[in-house]
Structure formats: C-alpha cells, structure tokens
C-alpha cells in the first residue's frame, strides 16, 4: 500500500491502542497568510526566506515555552496559503503535560509560531504589519493561537489495506428506516 493518510479534527478520534501514542501526529498550518489577532500579516515569500535555520532544529514546543519541547516538525512547507507542517508530538509530552490527551479531547488543535522580524512595512490606514522577511524560531502547540487559522488535525497513517478499510467503516452511515 502506498502512503495513505488522513487529516482528522481532533474532537472525532478515537486512539484505541497504546502503540498509536508512539507516533502520534499532528499537521495542518503553522501560520497562514491572513491578517492575524495581532494585526500581523506573514506573506509567504516571508515563511520562504525564513525557514532554514528551523529546519536544523525543527523543534515543537508547548505554549511558546522553551523549557517545555513537545516534540519535532518532520515536515515544513511553505504554499500561498503560509507554512504547512507535519509535526510528531513524543511520549514525552503526554507524560510531563498531558498534550496528547489535550489534543485527543479537543482542547488543543492550534499552532503558533515564534519568529524574528527582519524586514516589514506598516499601513496605517489599515494598521496593519505586512512581515516580508522573518527567521521562524519555534511552532508551538497551543491553546490560544495569534493567527486564527492555524488548526492542525491528528495525522492517522495505515500500515496495510485491510487497517485502512477498517477504518474507513467508523464513517459510513448505516441506512436506516424511520
């Protein structure tokens, strides 16, 4: 079988074995490109230029904080959308904080990244910051995220055909009569 994946919102899964937690996965946009609560607006020409030293430690962290890594990007790209990651969230997180148990009920689904700014122009009228340049920092896993659209969804992979049909059967409606 070819590497089929699934993106699936974190308050419908359900993780029936302890081996799952073992390479539990998250993706989904790290930072788009729409004008945040902040008043930020990150092109991705900006994400382009500021990527590389990320992706030499691409650590993930929970709630911005340094002291607290949660796990690591496997995956950063950027689209006309912004900065796309696929992230493994450790063991070790769920033993310490909790993350995965978090992320299974629903209570955490953003992403929120710490950046330098380089370059940028303001518009008053609009007041607006228009980020051209930046050295992505960390990606967070947190529960309140500045840009609004920064959701990410619990990853599920299928080692074989049979798991996938499996799977796809929690999602079929039964036809009933009323």
Same mark, same amino acid.
């Given at each position: 079988?070819?590497?089929?994946?699934?993106?699936?919102?974190? &308050?419908?899964?359900?993780?029936?074995?302890?081996?799952?937690?073992?390479?539990?996965?998250?993706?989904?946009?790290?930072?788009?490109?729409?004008?945040?609560?902040?008043?930020?607006?990150?092109?991705?020409?900006?994400?382009?230029?500021?990527?590389?030293?990320?992706?030499?430690? /691409?650590?993930?962290?929970?709630?911005?904080?340094?002291? %607290?890594?949660?796990?690591?990007? =496997?995956?950063?790209?950027? &689209? $006309? %959308?912004?900065?796309?990651? +696929?992230?493994?969230?450790? =063991?070790?997180?769920?033993?310490?904080?909790?993350?995965?148990?978090?992320?299974?009920?629903?209570?955490? !689904?953003?992403?929120?990244?710490?950046?330098?700014?380089? &370059?940028?122009?303001? =518009?008053?009228?609009? =007041?607006?910051?228009?980020?051209?340049?930046? +050295?992505?920092?960390?990606?967070?896993?947190?529960?309140? /995220?500045?840009?609004? &659209?920064?959701?990410?969804?619990?990853? !599920?992979?299928?080692?074989?055909?049979?798991?996938? +049909? +499996?799977? $796809?059967?929690?999602?079929?409606?039964?036809?009933?009569?009323?």
């Amino acid at each position: 079988m070819t590497d089929k994946k699934f993106y699936i919102h974190s &308050d419908s899964i359900e993780i029936k074995s302890a081996a799952s937690k073992s390479s539990f996965k998250i993706a989904g946009y790290a930072n788009t490109s729409t004008k945040d609560r902040t008043g930020d607006v990150v092109t991705p020409e900006a994400w382009v230029k500021g990527i590389e030293n990320y992706r030499k430690n /691409p650590v993930l962290l929970y709630q911005h904080d340094h002291s %607290k890594p949660i796990g690591r990007s =496997d995956s950063v790209r950027v &689209d $006309k %959308k912004g900065i796309f990651v +696929e992230s493994t969230v450790s =063991d070790a997180a769920e033993k310490l904080h909790g993350v995965q148990t978090l992320i299974r009920d629903g209570a955490l !689904k953003s992403f929120s990244v710490g950046f330098r700014v380089k &370059d940028a122009d303001y =518009d008053r009228t609009t =007041d607006t910051f228009f980020i051209k340049d930046l +050295e992505l920092l960390e990606i967070s896993v947190v529960s309140v /995220p500045a840009n609004q &659209d920064s959701l990410f969804s619990v990853r !599920k992979s299928f080692e074989d055909d049979a798991s996938y +049909e +499996e799977f $796809k059967k929690q999602f079929i409606a039964e036809d009933t009569l009323i």
